[in-house]
Nanobody, 114 residues
Framework: QVQVVESGGGLVQAGGSLRLSCAVSGSIFDYMAWYRQAPGKQRELVAGIGRGGSRDYADSVKGRFTISRDYAKNTVYLQMNSLKPEDTAVYYC??????????WGQGTQVTVSS
């Protein structure tokens, strides 16, 4: 059974930093990513990382966020620096297995105050 467990969200002032973690168990995952969804908006890709280490970033977070992956622990991290109020959202971890199936975490709230 696949489990996706996120942690690390919280409240931070603008300009601050947070680090999100997502630990996944139960399968081998090809692609792991972070998405976010703000109230009244669609869920959007924030950052993703493939098994080979290739990375994708939304334009809005380039230069501020860094995604990394610990293959031994099957864990993906999102280091978020220089946070802005518009980064406020629920952040979701997505793990895609070799068969292309997506597994989602329950979400973690990130709130950035101005």
């Amino acid at each position: 059974q696949v489990q996706v467990v996120e942690s690390g969200g919280g409240l931070v002032q603008a300009g601050g930093s947070l680090r999100l973690s997502c630990a996944v168990s139960g399968s081998i995952f090809d692609y792991m990513a972070w998405y976010r969804q703000a109230p009244g908006k669609q869920r959007e890709l924030v950052a993703g990382i493939g098994r080979g280490g290739s990375r994708d970033y939304a334009d809005s977070v380039k230069g501020r966020f860094t995604i990394s992956r610990d293959y031994a622990k099957n864990t993906v991290y999102l280091q978020m620096n220089s946070l802005k109020p518009e980064d406020t959202a629920v952040y979701y971890c997505d793990a895609r297995n070799l068969g292309g199936r997506d597994y989602w975490g329950q979400g973690t709230q990130v709130t950035v105050s101005s």
